[in-house]
């Protein structure tokens, strides 16, 4: 354990420490849901399955949560609407799951940076001045960037690097790096943060938009190690991390790494390879027309690791058991045959 | 639930356009017992599930029987020491010469070949090589790493042989006037080798000096390119001879494994006393390696 994560325990105990008995009733009662943002997406769906059977779940989203479970208290609002504020305050919170994260490249660069930093920097202001004991935000490993000179398994005490490259991820960077920040600032509030590799399974995406590709394009020469994470070995994290006494930054990728043309062939797609500069061009061209789903700088992917070293989350979260490379690969054939 | 066919025992095999007769006649040759030292480390990574920095046998069998002619055949490898190899994680600290680097080839090849227990030694390569478009793919295919602290542990940890060469480019670049004097050593490989408590094991290699024999730095080029040195070997000044190295031939010897005690983090002048040892060491081994030489290339 960490001086930073000790003193975060620390903090937390002293935040259970209330002022008066009729205060302390009053948290009692009300510190018992989990709210989670962006809980009508794929993922947040899966997740809001697991948590309500054990537990009290708030979702804010601006979807209509018709396929959220009944018991699921569900606020259909931007959270950057002033409304947002009553349901931190009301709710009885006792922790904020943060999926709301736009990543969609259709939208402007623009919007997606509007949205990710301001709804981000809300839930902060909204955490510390309601006090809410736990924030788990979902970050990603894209942060680092794939670089040819990356180590073959990245910490999380690398710098992030992922910008570099690709100007689209500077939102999601400043949102892992608001999150880190008021990691040391609050010590107690117990922050973690999840960076998760290529998840596949029923979600939307990079990952899984470029599995649906008929003839995926490979850069001719590069031949990455990649690897894939199931989306419920994920949701289990996010379970983990929301137990008292977790803190901190946990990289997530289920065992085993493959190269990218193995994980293609075993895809059952015939891929056509291209040189990485026409690769770029194709793929930026198509990105501008909306043609795919992919951005030009998401070619580094085809050329370069991007892998992450887990021990940390298997020692700390108890990750084990996870789906293997194999079986998210069987997962993802699986979820695209599905497909109507 | 349906398998994948890679997990299935009908691996894939790449088809190259030579009869397998033939590529098994080869292996034989190379070595009688060439399909268990092949098994010997294919279950070691398979144990594994897979070595994480793409190290894939099936491809590198292949490049292996190309080495393995220039091992046998050309360079005529005479190995001694192999009992010496530690089986679990080691540094092979050996010197470096003759323009490209051939002679970590022979190492690798030979501990494949001709060693009781056959080990993949891993060496790690420029980082600058890894943007390379088939460069960076071939080497790791063959079980090379991007040099990264990082990386150097976690071979370590899974208890790898990795091959340093502390004289780094100053040593392979050497003309040849200054054969086999040893250049400086750097000090990461005993900072790594105290960090991790593993042994180091001293390598000696005496014949590749003489393949690609420089006989002129130019300078004024090194100084353009901001390289330390641009040699120019024999057979660029002699084309007729052909841009294949001289078949000198190669004598490799590995020293008994050195165990070194410290705090790695300590001065570079402690350090440097402990590198001073492992130097000393080596070049012991290449004078008494040419003392016993009858001529360069039988």
């Not at chain 1, 809980?39 to 779940?57: F, P, S, T, W």
């Not at chain 2, 490049?63 to 092979?92: C, D, H, Q, W």
């Not at chain 2, 040195?229 to 660029?236: D, F, I, R, S, T």
Request: proline letters at 7%; aromatic letters at 8%; glycine letters at 8%.
């Amino acid at each position: 354990m960490t001086s930073r994560e000790r003193q975060a325990d620390g903090g937390a105990k002293s935040e259970k420490r209330p002022r008066s008995r009729t205060r302390a009733r009053r948290q009692a009662v009300e510190a018992e849901g989990v709210l989670v943002t962006g809980a009508c997406g794929r993922l947040g769906l899966q997740l809001v399955r697991r948590l309500h059977r054990i537990e009290k779940v708030i979702s804010i989203d601006r979807r209509p949560g018709t396929l959220l479970p009944a018991d699921v208290v569900h606020h259909d609002i931007d959270i950057r609407r002033r409304k947002s504020r009553d349901i931190f305050r009301t709710s009885g919170v006792r922790a904020v799951v943060h999926l709301g994260i736009m990543h969609d490249p259709r939208r402007s660069s623009a919007e997606r940076h509007s949205w990710n930093v301001e709804v981000f920097s809300s839930i902060l202001q909204y955490i510390r001045t309601y006090r809410i004991p736990k924030l788990v935000l979902m970050s990603t490993a894209a942060v680092y960037g794939p670089h040819p000179d990356n180590p073959q398994f990245i910490t999380e005490d690398t710098t992030l690097m992922g910008g570099a490259r690709d100007p689209e991820l500077r939102d999601l960077i400043e949102v892992d790096m608001a999150a880190q920040s008021y990691f040391w600032r609050n010590p107690q509030c117990e922050t973690v943060i999840l960076r998760p590799t290529h998840i596949v399974g029923t979600v939307r995406n990079g990952v899984m938009e470029y599995a649906r590709i008929k003839r995926p394009l490979l850069a001719m020469g590069f031949d990455p190690m990649v690897q894939l994470v199931h989306e419920l070995d994920l949701v289990t994290a996010i379970e983990r991390a929301l137990a008292p006494g977790v803190s901190g930054i946990f990289n997530v990728a289920g065992p085993g790494q493959l190269p990218l043309t193995r994980v293609v062939e075993d895809l059952d797609r015939s891929p056509l390879r291209l040189p990485s500069r026409v690769l770029r061009t194709v793929i930026g061209l198509s990105s501008q027309l909306r043609a795919v789903g992919l951005r030009q700088a998401q070619v580094d992917y085809l050329m370069y690791p991007c892998m992450v070293d887990t021990s940390r989350s298997r020692r700390k979260l108890g990750l084990a058991g996870m789906h293997d490379i194999d079986a998210c690969i069987l997962e993802a054939r699986h979820c695209i045959a599905e497909e109507p | 639930m349906p398998r994948l066919s890679r997990s299935s025992h009908d691996a894939t095999v790449i088809d190259l356009p030579f009869p397998r007769a033939t590529i098994d006649r080869l292996r034989r040759t190379l070595a009688p017992d060439f399909e268990r030292r092949a098994q010997v480390i294919r279950e070691h990574y398979d144990a594994q599930g897979g070595d994480p920095f793409g190290f894939d046998f099936d491809f590198a069998e292949y490049v292996l029987l190309v080495t393995g002619i220039a091992y046998r055949s050309y360079f005529r490898v005479e190995m001694k020491g192999l009992e010496n190899v530690p089986s679990g994680a080691g540094l092979l600290v050996a010197n470096h010469s003759g323009q490209l680097p051939i002679d970590g080839v022979m190492i690798g090849t030979g501990l494949i070949l001709d060693a009781p227990e056959p080990r993949l030694v891993r060496s790690m390569y420029d980082k600058w090589a890894s943007g390379l478009p088939w460069v960076s793919v071939f080497l790791s295919r063959v079980g090379q790493v991007v040099g990264r602290p990082e990386n150097s542990d976690l071979l370590l940890d899974n208890g790898e042989l990795l091959l340093v060469f502390p004289e780094g480019m100053k040593g392979i670049q050497k003309t040849f006037q200054k054969a086999y004097q040893l250049d400086e050593f750097g000090l990461g490989f005993m900072r790594l080798a105290l960090a991790h408590g593993c042994p180091i094991v001293p390598v000696s290699v005496v014949g590749a000096e003489e393949q690609y024999p420089a006989v002129w730095d130019f300078k004024y080029l090194a100084r353009k390119l901001g390289i330390p040195h641009a040699p120019v070997p024999l057979q660029a000044l002699l084309p007729f001879i052909g841009p294949l190295p001289l078949p000198s031939k190669y004598r490799i010897t590995i020293g008994e494994p050195m165990m070194f005690e410290g705090d790695p983090d300590d001065e570079d002048q402690i350090i440097g006393e402990k590198v001073w040892v492992v130097r000393h060491t080596i070049q012991r081994m290449l004078e008494k390696g040419l003392a016993s030489r009858r001529h360069v290339f039988w």
